[in-house]
């Protein structure tokens, strides 16, 4: 889901972090080693789909640089370098892999430090008292029509009074 970025990559992270590899099972039987070769691949299959789907939808997420700030697109980029270094220090996959996997990390990397230039960087606001949402929007950006912006990015319930405090504000 392109439209909720953050939410999406979270996901994606905890479907392929649930699909480590399956419990061992007993090798006495031949059709139990073979049910748990098989779900051992399944598990692989989804990890790694679900590493390039992460990267898209992170290359998606760039394309907003209205909302999506810089350093959630570094942090993000890390997590999916990190997820696969994981994968290649716990498999031992084969060569073509080996150099997909590879190939995908670098593209990641190389896609957040050119691209990631050109996101806005976060910073914190302290509000002194509680404000309209559209008062603080103009006096944070000198554009009161920002004032949704605003308070999605830092989850405020009533757009009449964002509470005194640290604010998230896009610079």
Do not use: K
Request: aromatic share 4%; hydrophobic share 45%; net charge negative.
């Amino acid at each position: 889901d392109a439209s909720a970025p953050l939410a999406a990559l979270s996901r994606l992270q905890d479907f392929a972090a649930a699909r480590s590899t399956p419990a061992s099972v007993s090798t006495l039987a031949s059709s139990r080693a073979r049910v748990l070769v098989n779900e051992q691949a399944r598990c692989a299959l989804i990890r790694l789909c679900c590493y390039g789907a992460q990267a898209r939808v992170l290359s998606a997420a760039m394309e907003d640089a209205e909302t999506f700030t810089r350093q959630q697109a570094e942090q993000l980029g890390d997590s999916i370098a990190q997820q696969i270094d994981d994968e290649l220090e716990s498999t031992d996959p084969p060569l073509d892999l080996l150099r997909a996997l590879g190939d995908l990390r670098v593209a990641v990397v190389r896609d957040v430090e050119r691209r990631g230039l050109q996101l806005q960087r976060a910073a914190v606001y302290h509000n002194p008292v509680a404000l309209p949402a559209l008062l603080l929007a103009h006096r944070v950006y000198q554009d009161a029509t920002r004032w949704e912006e605003l308070c999605e990015r830092n989850g405020v319930r009533h757009t009449a009074m964002v509470p005194a405090g640290p604010v998230e504000v896009l610079q």
